[in-house]
């Protein structure tokens, strides 16, 4: 493996020091599986289902799948592996909407940036997360309605209820939905509806101006909000708020 590269390129996408890391051990953790099995067979020799006996493995333990799995996964992308690196996303994706599907909603306390007073107004309610927030904003009409009755301002519910929306997407937590709403990408619509290049692009223009991440989002990264986004809405309750 071409360690010294690919540390260049990590921090050239502006990982953290961590994340670097992160990748480089999962990565030589993976070659030296392969080693082991087949003395100088390396990472670019590498198939799925070699990935799918290493991570069934002791030689990676002490972090999820899904890390590693990503880790790996920046390794194929350094080296323009395709195949591979499209094959990890996919897996990984299956992996994380089983995990989503088996998790509690998120409470609407972990969405950045929101009026403690609304939560408490919303609690009255019985809208403590994400899920119970979106039911009852689901029918025309109903975000009104229930602005009405708590005294939140209808664009705060409704701003509030945006990014409650977003955070339904894999990774879309923290800052990352505040990036995703002041770029425009308010609903699952618009994101669905997005070319993820010109997605990207807006993304790290906002965040040029605004500073809200670390690092830009990647191509790889808004490709795949963009195909979560839809596949949401075709899901019963992804519906735009009312």
Not at 69 to 74: C, M, P
Request: charge should be positive.
């Amino acid at each position: 493996m071409d360690e010294t590269g690919f540390r260049e390129y990590l921090l050239k996408k502006r990982r953290s020091s961590s994340a670097v890391e992160q990748c480089v051990r999962f990565s030589l953790a993976f070659e030296e599986y392969l080693n082991q099995q087949q003395p100088r067979r390396t990472l670019d020799d590498a198939d799925l289902q070699n990935l799918q006996e290493f991570l069934k493995s002791d030689n990676w333990r002490g972090a999820s799948i899904n890390s590693v799995l990503w880790g790996v996964g920046r390794y194929y992308e350094f080296t323009g592996n395709q195949q591979m690196r499209r094959a990890i996303t996919s897996l990984r994706a299956e992996r994380i909407r089983q995990k989503r599907s088996s998790q509690k909603s998120l409470r609407l306390n972990a969405i950045q940036g929101v009026n403690p007073g609304w939560l408490e107004c919303l609690s009255a309610e019985g809208i403590r997360d994400v899920s119970a927030l979106l039911s009852r904003c689901r029918e025309p009409g109903s975000l009104a309605e229930l602005a009405a009755r708590t005294g939140i301002p209808p664009d705060d519910l409704h701003r509030l209820a945006g990014l409650a929306s977003l955070t339904q997407i894999v990774d879309i937590k923290g800052v990352r939905v505040i990036l995703l709403y002041e770029s425009g990408y308010d609903s699952l619509e618009k994101i669905a509806r997005a070319d993820p290049a010109d997605m990207q692009r807006k993304l790290a223009e906002t965040n040029d101006r605004l500073h809200i991440l670390r690092r830009h989002p990647t191509l790889v990264e808004t490709t795949y909000w963009v195909r979560q986004a839809g596949e949401l809405l075709n899901q019963s309750g992804s519906a735009k708020p009312g």
